[in-house]
């Protein structure tokens, strides 16, 4: 731990293979969020949402074994040789903090890895609804982050945290794989929780969690029906809950909440969502008209009375009707999200055409206009 309570990520300074180390600092200067590095192919840079090359030679499949071999320990050699697959988080001089993802192709270790950048935005620059502050000062209650894997699902998530930890004397407990972004003791007590460093699993870690006296819990990503489960309970016994699951909208995260269970089992766990939902944010990250950068497009279900009882009624397809009517309440359906970004010139027609989810419709409504 650090002196103010935030986990300390471990350092590689002196044991990153150079080449490695070449490359995540020269990702860094190109302000990529991921770096890619592939056998045969020269490394590969997203930014802005996009593949880029770097103009050098391919990789070959043992350079990427030997960088791979520099950033793990006896202990993550051995659970990468078991599993075949490894999460960890690594901290660069120039790039800060990252999290490696190290994998198998062709019999060959392959990796990428997520820049985690040194601050958290403001609300207004990252793009998400004032609505989102409000949930974050709940007291208890369960929040939803859903989108696609690169919508910046744990950007608002941390965004989330900090405002609780810069507003609220309490203590958050967070369980990541891995940690990205470490926070530091403000009016909170921030305990974050890496699984396999710091607990074998998100199941158990979330069983023994609600032990350790927290007022808020933080789950990096929500998987299966044991971790929904004990989420629900938490929810319910006064806690407040975040957490990211992956799924293309608000309505798609609540099917696929309750699919995980049957019978008896399912009908209990709509009660306790009916009972606990306070709301849900659907990301996506487009980019804006000339590339530049990307801009958050977004749909957010606020639970009110009537979407309780939808929910408890198992009537999802009707929320659809809540979100374009809740306006007043914050609601907002990703079609008209889109619809604006548009109308500010933010985005291009083919890229709101492409990301929206009627297109036929919108195609109208522009003609309309």
């Given at each position: 731990?650090?002196?103010?309570?935030?986990?300390?990520?471990?350092?590689?300074?002196?044991?990153?293979?150079?080449?490695?180390?070449?490359?995540?600092?020269?990702?860094?200067?190109?302000?990529?969020?991921?770096?890619?590095?592939?056998?045969?192919?020269?490394?590969?840079?997203?930014?802005?949402?996009?593949?880029?090359?770097?103009?050098?030679?391919?990789?070959?499949?043992?350079?990427?074994?030997?960088?791979?071999?520099?950033?793990?320990?006896?202990?993550?050699?051995?659970?990468?040789?078991?599993?075949?697959?490894?999460?960890?988080?690594?901290?660069?001089?120039?790039?800060?903090?990252?999290?490696?993802?190290?994998?198998?192709?062709?019999?060959?270790?392959?990796?990428?890895?997520?820049?985690?950048?040194?601050?958290?935005?403001?609300?207004?620059?990252?793009?998400?609804?004032?609505?989102?502050?409000?949930?974050?000062r709940?007291p208890?209650?369960?929040?939803?982050?859903?989108?696609p894997?690169?919508?910046?699902?744990?950007?608002?998530l941390?965004?989330?945290?900090?405002?609780?930890?810069?507003?609220?004397?309490?203590?958050?407990?967070?369980?990541?794989?891995?940690?990205?972004?470490?926070?530091?003791?403000?009016?909170?007590?921030?305990?974050?929780?890496?699984?396999?460093?710091d607990?074998?699993?998100?199941?158990?870690?979330?069983?023994?969690?609600?032990?350790?006296?927290?007022?808020?819990?933080?789950?990096?990503?929500?998987?299966?029906?044991?971790?929904?489960?004990?989420?629900?309970?938490?929810?319910?016994?006064?806690?407040?809950?975040?957490?990211?699951?992956?799924?293309?909208?608000?309505?798609?995260?609540?099917?696929?909440?309750?699919?995980?269970?049957?019978?008896?089992?399912?009908?209990?766990?709509?009660?306790?969502?009916?009972?606990?939902l306070?709301?849900?944010?659907?990301?996506?990250?487009?980019?804006?008209?000339?590339?530049?950068?990307r801009?958050?497009?977004?749909?957010?279900?606020?639970?009110?009375?009537?979407?309780?009882?939808?929910?408890?009624?198992?009537?999802?397809?009707?929320?659809?009707?809540?979100?374009?009517?809740?306006?007043?309440?914050?609601?907002?359906?990703?079609?008209?999200?889109?619809?604006?970004?548009?109308?500010?010139?933010?985005?291009?027609y083919?890229?709101?055409?492409?990301?929206?989810r009627?297109?036929?419709?919108?195609?109208?409504?522009?003609g309309?206009?």
């Amino acid at each position: 731990m650090g002196p103010a309570g935030g986990l300390v990520a471990p350092t590689f300074l002196g044991l990153m293979n150079s080449h490695l180390d070449h490359l995540v600092a020269a990702a860094a200067n190109h302000h990529a969020s991921d770096l890619h590095l592939i056998a045969s192919v020269p490394p590969a840079y997203r930014i802005n949402g996009e593949i880029l090359f770097a103009d050098s030679d391919a990789l070959a499949p043992e350079t990427i074994t030997e960088m791979a071999d520099s950033l793990l320990n006896n202990e993550q050699h051995e659970t990468f040789s078991r599993e075949w697959e490894l999460c960890l988080s690594i901290q660069h001089p120039v790039a800060g903090r990252l999290r490696a993802t190290l994998y198998r192709h062709n019999n060959a270790a392959e990796m990428s890895l997520r820049f985690c950048g040194k601050d958290i935005p403001a609300r207004d620059v990252l793009g998400l609804p004032v609505k989102i502050d409000e949930m974050a000062r709940r007291p208890n209650g369960l929040f939803l982050i859903t989108g696609p894997t690169g919508s910046g699902k744990t950007t608002t998530l941390n965004y989330m945290v900090d405002l609780i930890n810069r507003e609220r004397r309490c203590k958050i407990v967070t369980i990541e794989d891995p940690v990205e972004f470490v926070h530091t003791n403000q009016r909170a007590i921030v305990v974050q929780q890496e699984v396999l460093t710091d607990t074998h699993s998100f199941n158990r870690a979330l069983i023994h969690v609600l032990r350790q006296d927290p007022d808020v819990i933080v789950v990096g990503e929500v998987r299966d029906y044991e971790a929904i489960a004990t989420m629900l309970t938490a929810a319910e016994t006064g806690h407040l809950v975040l957490a990211t699951m992956h799924s293309p909208g608000v309505i798609n995260a609540l099917e696929r909440i309750i699919g995980v269970f049957e019978g008896n089992a399912q009908r209990q766990i709509i009660l306790q969502l009916s009972n606990t939902l306070l709301g849900i944010i659907a990301q996506e990250l487009l980019p804006v008209a000339d590339r530049s950068q990307r801009v958050l497009a977004f749909e957010f279900l606020v639970a009110n009375s009537a979407v309780r009882n939808l929910i408890r009624e198992h009537t999802l397809h009707q929320l659809e009707n809540c979100l374009q009517t809740g306006g007043k309440e914050g609601m907002m359906v990703m079609d008209n999200c889109i619809y604006d970004l548009y109308c500010r010139c933010l985005i291009s027609y083919d890229t709101a055409v492409s990301r929206t989810r009627d297109p036929d419709r919108f195609i109208q409504r522009i003609g309309n206009k």
